[in-house]
C-alpha cells in the first residue's frame, strides 16, 4: 500500500484540495491529512521533504503542490 501526507493550513482553498483531491485517489493509498496550524510542530518535517507552500500532497518523496493557499514559512512559529 501506498502512503502519502496531505499537508493544509485550514484555509478554504487547502479544505477544497482535500475535498476535491483525496476522493480521486486509489483505495491502494493510505493517506495522512496533516492540519499544519492544528500542528505546528510537523512544519520541519514538511519543509525537509520538499513543501513549500500548502495545500501539498507527498507520496513516495514526491511532492505535489496543489494551487496555492499559503506559503510554509508563513505557518512557522
Given at each position: ?54 495545500p ?22
Open positions: 500500500m501506498t502512503k502519502a501526507v496531505f499537508y493544509h493550513a485550514g484555509c478554504p482553498v487547502c479544505v477544497s484540495a482535500e475535498q476535491q483531491l483525496l476522493g480521486l485517489l486509489s483505495d491502494n493509498v493510505q493517506v495522512e491529512v496533516v492540519h499544519l496550524g492544528e500542528r505546528p510542530t510537523r512544519v520541519a518535517e514538511a519543509e525537509r521533504l520538499g513543501v513549500q507552500s500548502v501539498a500532497l507527498v507520496v513516495d518523496g514526491q511532492v505535489l503542490h496543489i494551487n496555492f493557499g499559503a506559503a510554509l514559512a508563513d505557518l512557522k512559529a
